[in-house]
């Protein structure tokens, strides 16, 4: 009986950090996309600033209200190196990925 118990407590926590996961992927490719496509995928004269004042707001349009600070976080903390994998081609999934807003198998 206990076994089975701990089986099922292991599911349910492993469905909804997969849930988790998966609800902050989406959102956050969609933040990236938005500087992919205001600069036409051509980051070589963007500077940092320019590109939080992008990201940032795309938070507000794409992550629902009580995960926006996590979104708003992630571009506070990472938008440097947001701008040096987007210069060297590193797609949306993989930037999510490498901050722990998507699972990105390797």
């Known amino acids: ?3 089975m118990l701990s089986t099922f407590c292991f599911t349910v926590l492993l469905a909804v950090a997969t849930a988790q996961i998966y609800d902050t ?6 933040v990236i996309q938005t500087a992919v496509e ?3 995928s051509d980051f070589t004269n963007v500077s940092e600033m320019d590109l939080f004042e992008t990201l ?8 629902d209200y009580g995960n926006r600070f996590r979104c708003e976080i992630f571009v506070r903390d990472y938008f440097e190196d947001i701008l ?3 210069q060297h081609g590193v ?8 901050v722990g807003l998507c699972n990105v198998q390797q």
């Open 1 to 3: 009986m206990t076994s």
């Open 25 to 30: 992927c989406m959102p956050c490719q969609l």
């Open 38 to 40: 205001k600069y036409n």
């Open 56 to 63: 940032y707001p795309a938070c507000n349009k794409y992550w």
């Open 84 to 86: 040096k994998w987007l």
């Open 91 to 98: 797609g949306q999934v993989h930037i999510c990925g490498m």
